[in-house]
Nanobody, 112 residues
Framework: EVQLVESGGGLVQAGGSRRLSCATSGFTFDDYAISWFRQAPGKEREGVSCIKSRDGSTWYVDSAKGRFTISRDNAKNTLYLQMNSLKAEDTGVYYC?????WGQGTQVTVSS
């Protein structure tokens, strides 16, 4: 059974940092690209970042470029999202996703 468990969310002041983690199990982690999504209040879920499995190449939504860094630890089957210079508009529930599976999400609230 595929399981994705996000953690690391919380309340942070604008300009601050937060590191999210997504612990995974139930599949061969290093065989798959894996992504972070977020859903802000009243908005649709959007892709934030993705990291491929083999070459580790990454993609970021424009609003995250230069501030967020996605990484993966294949030995720990864990995905990370380091978020710096946080803004109020980064507030939302952050989810990790692999193929059709989603985690339960972790709330990030950025106070301005």
């Amino acid at each position: 059974e595929v399981q994705l468990v996000e953690s690391g969310g919380g309340l942070v002041q604008a300009g601050g940092s937060r590191r999210l983690s997504c612990a995974t199990s139930g599949f061969t982690f290093d065989d798959y690209a894996i992504s972070w999504f977020r859903q802000a209040p009243g908005k649709e879920r959007e892709g934030v970042s993705c990291i491929k499995s083999r070459d580790g190449s990454t993609w970021y939504v424009d609003s995250a470029k230069g501030r967020f860094t996605i990484s993966r630890d294949n030995a720990k089957n864990t995905l990370y999202l380091q978020m710096n210079s946080l803004k109020a508009e980064d507030t939302g529930v952050y989810y990790c996703k692999v193929f059709t599976y989603w985690g339960q999400g972790t709330q990030v609230t950025v106070s301005s």
